[in-house]
Nanobody, 118 residues
Framework: QVQLVESGGGLVQPGGSLRLSCAASGTIFSLYVMAWYRQVPGKQRELVATITSGGTTKHADSVKGRFTISRDNTKNTVYLQMTSLKPEDTAVYYC????????????WGQGTQVTVSS
């Protein structure tokens, strides 16, 4: 069973930065595509960024140039560096892993709250 544990959320002022971390256990980390999603109450969960085992990344248009996803396969950890934060970035951020061969092996973390407010 894969376990994902997020950390690094909190309250930050507009224009500030935060780095989220997601530590994975119980699996061979390099066999999974990792992603960050976010969700605001009453809205659908939104894909923020993805990263393959080899480091190929994709970012949502809403965060391009401000957020950067990265991973350290030696530490079984994926990161989301967030800069120039805006109030509309406020959400619960979730880590996700999906197996590269068997997509039904799809796991979620518990989420971490990010609040951007002055």
């Amino acid at each position: 069973q894969v376990q994902l544990v997020e950390s690094g959320g909190g309250l930050v002022q507009p224009g500030g930065s935060l780095r989220l971390s997601c530590a994975a256990s119980g699996t061979i980390f390099s066999l999974y595509v990792m992603a960050w999603y976010r969700q605001v109450p009453g809205k659908q969960r939104e894909l923020v960024a993805t990263i393959t085992s080899g480091g190929t990344t994709k970012h949502a248009d809403s965060v391009k140039g401000r957020f950067t996803i990265s991973r350290d396969n030696t530490k079984n950890t994926v990161y989301l560096q967030m800069t120039s934060l805006k109030p509309e970035d406020t959400a619960v951020y979730y880590c996700n892993s999906q197996h590269i061969t068997w997509p039904q092996l799809n796991y979620w973390g518990q989420g971490t709250q990010v609040t951007v407010s002055s």
